[in-house]
C-alpha cells in the first residue's frame, strides 16, 4: 500500500513498525526530588538571566535543539547563544511527566517566555512544548544532557 507524502508528494509504502518497549523501572522519590530541585534551579538561573548559571545546569556535552535553528552542542555554545537574549521579560515551564532510570530521566512540558533579543526593537513571545533528557553526573548532579523545544506560533507569525 502506498500513500503520498504531502513533504514531497511522491508515492511512498507505508511502513508499519512494531517496536516492543520495555517499562522503565522509574525514579525513586528521593531521585524525583533530586532532579525537580535542578530544574526548578535551571528555571531560577533563566530568569536571574545566569547564563552561565543555565550553561553550568548542563552536561559539559549537552545538545539543545531550538526551533528553526542548528542545534548547539557544549557549555560554551549554550552560554553563548542565551547570551544573545537581551532582556528577559517573563520565563515559566510547566512539567506535565517526568520519568526515568539508571542514572537518565526525561522531563517533558511546556514553556511560555518573552524576551527581547540583543538588537531587537522590542520583545518576542513564544509557547510551545519541551522534551529534556536529564543525566545524574558523576558528582551526584542532575544536569540537562539533551534539550529540544517547538513553538507553538504558526509559521510565518
Do not use: C, Q
Amino acid at each position: 500500500m502506498y500513500h503520498r507524502n504531502p513533504l514531497t508528494r511522491r508515492k511512498s509504502p507505508n511502513v508499519y513498525l512494531s517496536v516492543r518497549i520495555k517499562r522503565m523501572a522509574g525514579l525513586s522519590p528521593d531521585e524525583i526530588a533530586a532532579l525537580e530541585a535542578a530544574a526548578d534551579a535551571y528555571v531560577a538561573a533563566m530568569n536571574a538571566e545566569d547564563w552561565a548559571g543555565v550553561a553550568r545546569s548542563s552536561t559539559d556535552d549537552a545538545l539543545r535543539i531550538p526551533p528553526h535553528e542548528e542545534p548547539h552542542r557544549g557549555r560554551a555554545a549554550i552560554e553563548g547563544w542565551l547570551s544573545g537574549i537581551d532582556e528577559l521579560v517573563s520565563y515559566g515551564l510547566t512539567r506535565d511527566a517526568l520519568d526515568g532510570a539508571g542514572g537518565l530521566a526525561y522531563v517533558l512540558g511546556r514553556y511560555a517566555i518573552t524576551l527581547r533579543p540583543i538588537g531587537a526593537p522590542g520583545p518576542i513571545s513564544d509557547t510551545g512544548d519541551f522534551l529534556e533528557v536529564w543525566r545524574r553526573e558523576p558528582d551526584g548532579a542532575w544536569r540537562v544532557a539533551e534539550a529540544i523545544w517547538n513553538t507553538r506560533a504558526p509559521l510565518g507569525a
